[in-house]
T-cell receptor, first 115, second 113 residues
Framework: NAGVMQNPRHLVRRRGQEARLRCSPM?????VYWYRQLPEEGLKFMVY????????ESGMPKERFSAEFPKEGPSILRIQQVVRGDSAAYFC?????????????FGDGTRLSIL | DQQVKQNSPSLSVQEGRISILNCDYT??????FLWYKKYPAEGPTFLIS?????DKNEDGRFTVFLNKSAKHLSLHIVPSQPGDSAVYFC????????????FGTGTLLAVQP
């Protein structure tokens, strides 16, 4: 059973470009979370999605960031007009339910570098 | 506002001895706590968790203790092994409809052979 798959593993963008980060949850998992880890910091919650629905986006910056989890295909975190401060590791996690007995499983992240 | 704090950025322990990693929190609404382990260039891996209705949970070499009155939890690893060397993150949830995790800043554990 494959784990949470994130791609690309590394992404380099110039200021002003768009970045698209993809996350395929584990098989059977319909709950997806995105977290961001800035250098020397812990992971910070960004958004929680279920299929076709954004449930909680309280951690998302108000501008330039968006997320989706379509009926078919991976979840996408999209950052428009990237700036240097967007450089970070972005982690996706998934779980099959909201049960406390089924903790979130994380992918290996996408490391975004802005030139 | 850092609601989950890990005040020790790093810890060094001899192989075979006990490792104790500490975590403090400020939000009394948190009702579930987890520890994750992270190797470089990998995602966090779940280790162990504890509900706020308990004060101890044990799984093999790993034990988590929760002191609600002090808003403090700790992870004990006995005996420590070189493969335990990693960054350990404490995380908290306050349930509701999302189970989003609030993470501490992590403690880098180095187990010396």
């Amino acid at each position: 059973n494959a784990g949470v798959m994130q791609n690309p593993r590394h992404l380099v963008r110039r200021r002003g470009q768009e970045a698209r980060l993809r996350c395929s949850p584990m098989k059977g998992h319909s709950h997806v979370y995105w977290y961001r880890q800035l250098p020397e910091e812990g992971l910070k919650f960004m958004v929680y999605l279920q299929k076709e629905n954004i449930i909680d986006e309280s951690g998302m910056p108000k501008e330039r960031f968006s997320a989706e989890f379509p009926k078919e295909g991976p979840s996408i975190l999209r950052i428009q007009q990237v700036v240097r401060g967007d450089s970070a590791a972005y982690f996706c996690a998934s779980s099959p339910t909201l049960s406390r007995n089924q903790p979130q499983h994380f992918g290996d992240g996408t490391r975004l570098s802005i030139l | 506002d850092q609601q989950v704090k890990q005040n020790s950025p790093s810890l060094s322990v001899q192989e075979g001895r006990i490792s104790i990693l500490n975590c403090d929190y400020t939000n009394s609404m948190f009702d579930y706590f987890l520890w994750y382990k992270k190797y470089p260039a990998e995602g966090p891996t779940f280790l162990i968790s504890i509900s706020s209705i308990k004060d101890k949970n044990e799984d093999g070499r790993f034990t988590v203790f929760l002191n609600k009155s002090a808003k403090h939890l700790s992870l004990h690893i006995v005996p420590s092994q070189p493969g335990d060397s990693a960054v350990y993150f404490c995380a908290a949830e306050y349930g509701g409809a999302t189970n989003k995790l609030i993470f501490g800043t992590g403690t880098l554990l180095a187990v010396q052979p």
